[in-house]
């Protein structure tokens, strides 16, 4: 089931054309005028919960939910700390907590939160252990999880 | 846990807005997302694109005597973030290409530029000024253009601009979503959420039901360069849209695409282009990186790594790439 009721509420809201497929290409010919949407779709996307391909994946990945729970609950106490901290001795200039934050071009007004200076790319924020859902093709690594699907990465 | 898709059809692509289906008053805040998400999409073709003469970017490669022009924040913005590209790149991201680009033949909306080279077209070699030529003055806003010289900023526009409306509909909407401009994807940090599903496709196409690779990302950016789809005859010599600054000409790829992982898309996609322009030194500066990486080989390519066939090609997996999924039931929705 494709269509969800977001979509009632945006096609009776908004003058868009709505596909319920997931529409193939149809690129805008150049762009002269004021009308950036050529194509829209809206639709939901459905998590399929599905299992672990083997019985010791699921083994494993109990197991490190069950040590990494302690984990995160030790990192996150220690974080907390450390970021009082920071913000007693810093007022005001506490890094970002999150990895993603800390490259992205953050400052949506005033110019450029952009630091030139850098001449380092950022690397990814590391994946998490997820609960469920789809499996590794190979070992027991702890980054197989459920999900809804996809962007398309191809360009 | 559920994902609403936002596709518009834009910018010479398809860019996408995703996000998961959370919290209170859903629709009215993701309604209100796709409207801005189409307001930034308009101001970037507005201020950016090489293919319109009305816009900012084209007025100031036209009307430049050399002298600082005050310029929008967006469009200093852009520029600041292609000057930090040619100085990661060591000057292999320029943003002074336009000339080259438009000697080659690529002008106008490539679609265009594919019908005309398919009635046969003549093309130029035109060397760039080089981005040491550009002056930006963070106070007064300005930048300064040496005379005659294009601007093309192609390489991190939409990167930049997709890591922007993240961090935006984030940051108004309290949105976990994800931004997709043409493969340049920033997204989210979820955490130990759910990751994010891309399929990278093997056919290289933004169509979601093409077979393809499908993994897991928690946050950051991902950015594919590749020479597939925007590739032209000239001149009988083919050409693609990723130049050599310093040729003036294509770039002599070593590689079919090359896809990486960052903490930002524009970081991704610095990455990926930069190691697409350096040819066959690039994959040697792209492991200095330390970002995840794959690389799809071309026949000709020679590499030390270990290659892994897939769909017909090879794939070299650089540092710490995520494992690919499986689905073993239920479907893929898009």
Redesign the interface.
Known sequence: M?L???LG??SR??NYEVETQ???????????Q?T????????????????H?TKFRDESVMKSKRISKFL?VGALGSVVVVSGLAEKVYPGKVAPS?????????S?T???G?N?T?????????????PS???????S?S????????????? | ??????????????C?L?SR?EGVD??RR??AA?ETF?ER??EL?QVA?R??QDSEVMRLSAENTGEPVSVS?LL??LV??A??AA??TGGYLDPTVGNSMVGLGYSK?F??VRRDSADGMHFRVVLPSGYRTLVLD?VT?SISVPPGTILDLGATAKA?VA??I???LE?LYSLTC?V?L????????????????????S????????D?M?????????????VR?RNWLAGGTPHHHIIDPTSGESAVVDFE?I?V????A???N??SCGAMAMGHRGIIWLRG????AVVKRTNRTQMDGIARPWNGSELEFIGDW?????????????
């Open positions: 494709r969800g009721p977001a509420w945006f809201n908004y997931a529409p193939l290409q149809k690129h805008s010919v150049g762009s002269q004021r950036p949407i050529m194509y829209a779709s809206l639709f939901e996307q459905k998590v399929v919960p599905v299992k391909s995160w999150s990895p993603a934050q800390t490259t992205n071009s953050a949506t005033g110019t450029s952009y030139v850098s001449s380092t790319l950022a690397p990814p924020p590391a994946s998490a252990t997820a859902g789809l499996s590794a093709t190979s070992g690594s980054s197989g999880s459920a999900a809804a699907a996809a962007p398309t990465a191809g360009s | 846990m559920r994902q609403v898709l936002f596709r518009q059809d834009t910018l010479g692509t398809s996408f995703t289906v859903f629709e993701f309604i796709c189409s999409l308009f073709d694109s293919f319109r924040e200093f913005d600041e973030a000057m930090r100085t990661i909306d679609e265009l963070r806003r930049f890591d922007r993240c961090a935006e940051h994800l997709n043409g493969g340049d994807i920033s997204c989210s940090y979820v955490g130990q959420e759910v990751p994010w599903m891309v399929n990278l496709t056919d290289g196409s933004l169509d979601p039901t093409s393809g499908l993994f897991g990302i928690a946050g950051g950016g991902l950015a594919t360069s590749s789809s695409s896809t992982l960052a903490g930002s524009l970081d991704a610095i990455a990186t330390g970002l995840p995520p494992e690919e999924l499986v689905q073993l039931s239920g479907g893929v929705a898009c």
